[in-house]
Nanobody, 124 residues
Framework: QVQLVESGGGLVQAGGSLSLSCAAS????????MGWFRQAPGKEREFVATITWNSGGTYVADSVKGRFTIARDNAKNTVYLQMNSLKPEDTAVYYC?????????????????WGQGTQVTVSS
């Protein structure tokens, strides 16, 4: 069992930056691939970024490529999402997720554990 708690969301102007963190409980954190997803009002939850168990591979959605970076620190049981050059269309609730596999995936249905989400609002 893994419990995930996101933090770092907030209100920022377009062009600004935010850094999200996701703290995980459980001693097996290092075995899981981790992902970030987001959900805007009236829209489906969509993939943002994912990282392998050992940080050997990362993958981000085309919509955030070059602006968002995912990283993890297994010693701290934490995964991060650095968001730069934010746009109003990045406004959403951001969720951290853990997969019962060391391999990354952009498919939200394969992630077994989810955090409660943190709101990110980008004003124009």
């Amino acid at each position: 069992q893994v419990q995930l708690v996101e933090s770092g969301g907030g209100l920022v102007q377009a062009g600004g930056s935010l850094s999200l963190s996701c703290a995980a409980s459980g001693r097996t954190f290092s075995r899981y691939a981790m992902g970030w997803f987001r959900q805007a009002p009236g829209k489906e939850r969509e993939f943002v970024a994912t990282i392998t168990w050992n940080s050997g591979g990362t993958y981000v959605a085309d919509s955030v490529k070059g602006r968002f970076t995912i990283a993890r620190d297994n010693a701290k049981n934490t995964v991060y999402l650095q968001m730069n050059s934010l746009k109003p269309e990045d406004t959403a609730v951001y969720y951290c997720a853990a997969r019962n596999s060391p391999v990354t995936s952009s498919n939200k249905d394969v992630y077994a554990y989810w955090g409660q989400g943190t709101q990110v609002t980008v004003s124009s």
